[in-house]
């Protein structure tokens, strides 16, 4: 979470919690920056993760995070590398 503050990619928001026992605990969001960059991991770990990698079934978990648009663009960029692997 420290590192992802550091870049920006997320903020902390200090809350008060009853269960904290009176402390301050701290809320995390992502920021538009930390968005873009995880839009951009999903588009091309959809597109181009190789088959059985993880990173291709966690950007699909995560895909909703795209318009509908985007994520057949992803597929069908796929499915034409793969055609195109699979002829080589």
Do not use: P
């Amino acid at each position: 979470l420290k590192k992802l503050s550091q870049i920006e990619y997320i903020k902390g928001i200090k809350v008060e919690s009853e269960k904290a026992n009176g402390l301050t605990a701290i809320s995390y969001e992502c920021t538009e920056k930390g968005i873009t960059e995880l839009k951009n991991i999903v588009i091309h770990s959809l597109t181009n993760a190789r088959e059985h990698d993880r990173k291709f079934d966690l950007a699909l978990s995560v895909s909703q995070i795209l318009d509908k648009e985007e994520v057949i663009q992803c597929l069908t960029s796929r499915i034409s590398r793969l055609e195109s692997e699979k002829q080589e």
